[in-house]
């Protein structure tokens, strides 16, 4: 079955950095778009980046361009999201996603606290 487990975050200063991992298994990772998606306390969950199979083409919510990266390694089966010049706002639990054959498919998240 398809696994996406996530890792990296914790409790980073206003203007740090955080690099996530999310490892997939279960199913052909290089040939899937991967998705990085957030939800901070009390709102709805919003996207963050997306990746395409081959890693060439990339997508970014308004809110993190120019400060988020995503990239992937299809060798390992990961997909990353490199977060620089981090604001309080970007506090959020940040879930990888994917999508197979209509259904999609989350990790648990990682929390993320960006606080002085």
């Known amino acids: 079955q398809v696994q996406l487990v996530e890792s990296g975050g914790g409790l980073v200063q206003p203007g740090g950095s955080l690099r996530l991992s999310c490892v997939a298994s279960?199913?052909?990772?290089?040939?899937?778009?991967m998705n990085w998606y957030r939800q901070a306390p009390g709102k709805e969950r919003e996207f963050v980046a997306q990746?395409?199979?081959?890693?060439?083409?990339?997508i970014y919510g308004d809110s993190v361009k120019g400060r988020f990266t995503i990239s992937r390694d299809n060798g390992k089966n990961t997909v990353y999201l490199q977060m620089n010049s981090l604001k309080p706002e970007d506090t959020a639990v940040y879930y990888c996603?994917?999508?197979?054959?209509?259904?999609?498919?989350w990790g648990k998240g990682t929390l993320v606290t960006v606080s002085s």
């Open positions: 996603h994917a999508q197979q054959y209509g259904v999609d498919h």
């Open positions: 279960g199913f052909t990772f290089s040939r899937t778009a």
């Open positions: 990746v395409s199979s081959l890693g060439i083409s990339t």
